[in-house]
C-alpha cells in the first residue's frame, strides 16, 4: 500500500502495516523519534493501522502533540509508581501541561522528603519497558466494573458521552481511564524528575475534595532534563512576583485579591509601554476610544458571553436590572461602530482600546501579574471589506514585529483553523477568511505553525508565542477573524454599489494583558530593565555631604534633559551607596566629590560595574539621549 508523508513524499509499506512500521522504515528509532502519528487529522499511538492512500505525520518531541504524548504516557508511569508505594491512594486525572505534567489523587499525603523514592520507582517502571496497549469497553457499565471502587473514576465515566468510546490503557499491573494517544513502549523516557507537590480541588471547585497534585517532567534525553533543571534555577532568580515588589514595582494585596498595586516607579515603566504603542498605532491609522466598564445583561446576551462566559464574568445588580462588567471590549467598540453609518470609503476602520477588563479566575490560580482578575487589554477591532483581510493581517503581523523586537523578543507564528464542529458562517466565508490568514502569514517570510481544526467557532486565528531571555515561551499577541459578532450585531457599511453590506471583523492584541507582559518583561530583564523603560535611569551619589549642593545641581540638569533620577546623599560609604544602586538596577551611577566639583564633572559607573571615570555631565546625557531615543538594549558605555 501507498502512504503519503507530511512531505508530500509517498512510501510503500505491506498491507497491514502500522504506524511503528511506518517509523521504523524511516528509521525513526531515536527517543525524540515517532511519539505517535497523526493520522488523516487524527492522533494516534503507533499501533494504529494503516491503510491505502492514508497521509501520516509522525510526532517528534520537538513537535507540541509528540510532548502532549511523551508527558501524558509519564504522567501514568508517575501515577504507577504512587500506587506501587501508596496502594491506598485514589487516581483522579494526570494531564501534560506546558511544562511536564501533574496527576492528582485522593487519599494520598506525601513531602519533597518522598520525592526520590518516587523518581526511583518511575525509574523502575521505566526499565521494565512496558508496552503501552489500549482497551476499549463495549460501554459504561463494563468501565464501571474497573473503576467503580474509585469514586472519581465513577464520576468521570458518568459524565461520558454514551456515543462516544470509553478506553483505558494498561502498562504492567497499571491500569488507567485514558482517551490517549500513548508512547509504545516506556523505553523512550529517559530522563524523568518529580517538581513539586500542591493541594487542588476535584474539578477546582473550592467545594469539592483536596486532593495531593504532584507535578512531574520527563525528557527523552538527560541532557534536556539538566538544561530544564537550569533553566528553572534561573527562573527563580527572575521571578516577577519576587523582584517586582523588590524594585518597587507593584505590589498584592489580600484586600484585591488578583488586581495588582502598580507603584510608581512600575508607573513608568507601564506609560512608556503604553506611551509605545499609541505611537505605532498613530503611525499606522489607528483611532482610539474609551468604553463603559459595566453594561446591561442585554448586550452580554447579544453577544454570547452571558450564555457561554458568565462564570468568568462580576455581575451586578442596579435599579432591578443586571449588568456586567465587562470581561472584554469587543462589545463596546461594537456598539460603537454601530452608533454611525459606515461606507466602504472608511473601511477598513481600525478602532483601539487600552480598556480594563475584569474576569473571574478561582483564587488558587492566580499567579502575580501573569494570572490575574483585572487587566488591561491593548485590543483593537479593525472592520473592513473581505478584500481587505490579506493586508490588514499582514499589517497587524508587521505591528506585531516591531513591538517584539524592540524588546529583544524573539518569536513564532501559529494559524489556527476551522473546527470540524459548531462554527458559524458558510464554507465560502471560512475558505475566504483561511485563505487571507494563510496569505499574509507567507507574505510574512516567516515560518509558521498550522493548528488544525484549532481556531476560534466563529473564525480562524493567529498567535504569537514569544521567546524569552531563558528560552520559555508565552503566548501573548492574537489575530482573530471573527464572523459571529458582526451578524449578532447586524453590522452593515454602504458598499460602491449602494448596498447594504456585512464588514469583516478582526480582534487584535499584540501586548495582549499588559500586566501579563509587564511581568514577562521583568523576567525576561531580570528586573535590568533598557534605559528608555527604566525607572530609575540615573542616581547621583555624594562622596560626602558638603558634595551635596553640587549632586543637586546636577540631579536638576539630568531631569531636565528628561530622565529619571535620584540623589543618594545618606550617610553610606560611596561603595555601598554604588552597591545599593546596583542591586536596584539604576542604569548609572554619577559619583560627585571634591574632584568633580573642581572639575566640573561627574565620575561615571554602570550597573554592570563598568567603571567610565570622570566625563563632562553635557558628553553623557547626550550619549543616553541617543540610547533613550534608539531604544537601545545595549549600554554604550560598554566594555
Known sequence: MHLKLKDNKTIELPEGSTAKDLADKLNMKGPHQALGANINGNNYDLSYPLKEGDVVNLWSFDDKEGKEIFWHTSAHVLAQAILRLWPDAQPTIGPPIDNGFYYDFGNLTISDADFDKIESEMEKIVSENYQSKKETFANKQEALKCFGKNKYKKELIESFDPNEALTAYRQGEFFDLCRGPHLFNLGKIKALKVLKTSGAYWHGDQKQDVLTRVYAISFPDRKMLKEYLQQLEEAKKRDHKILGPKLELFSLKEEAPGMPFIHPKGMYVWTQLIGFIRGLLDKNGYVEIK??????????????????????????????????????????????????NHSYRELPLRIAEIGNVHRYEPSGSLSGLFRVRSFHQDDAHIFMKPSDIQSEILAACNLANILYTTFGLEYHLELSTRPEKGTIGSDEEWETATKGLKGALDATGRPYRVNEGDGAFYGPKIDFHIRDAINRTWQCGTIQLDMALPEKFELEYTAADGSRQRPVMIHRALFGSLERFFGILIEHFAGRFPLWISPVQVRVITVADRHEPYAAEIYNKVKEAGFQCEIDATSESVSKKIRNAQLSQVNYMLTVGDKEIEDKTVTLRTRDNVVKGEMNLNEFLETIAKEKQERSLVSPFKE
Open 291 to 340: 468604553t463603559p466598564t459595566m453594561m446591561t445583561r442585554e448586550l452580554w446576551e447579544k453577544s454570547g458571553h452571558w450564555a457561554n462566559y458568565k462564570q468568568n464574568m462580576f455581575t451586578s445588580q442596579i435599579e432591578e436590572r443586571e449588568f456586567a462588567i465587562k470581561p472584554m471590549n469587543c462589545p463596546g467598540c461594537i456598539l460603537y461602530y454601530k452608533g454611525h
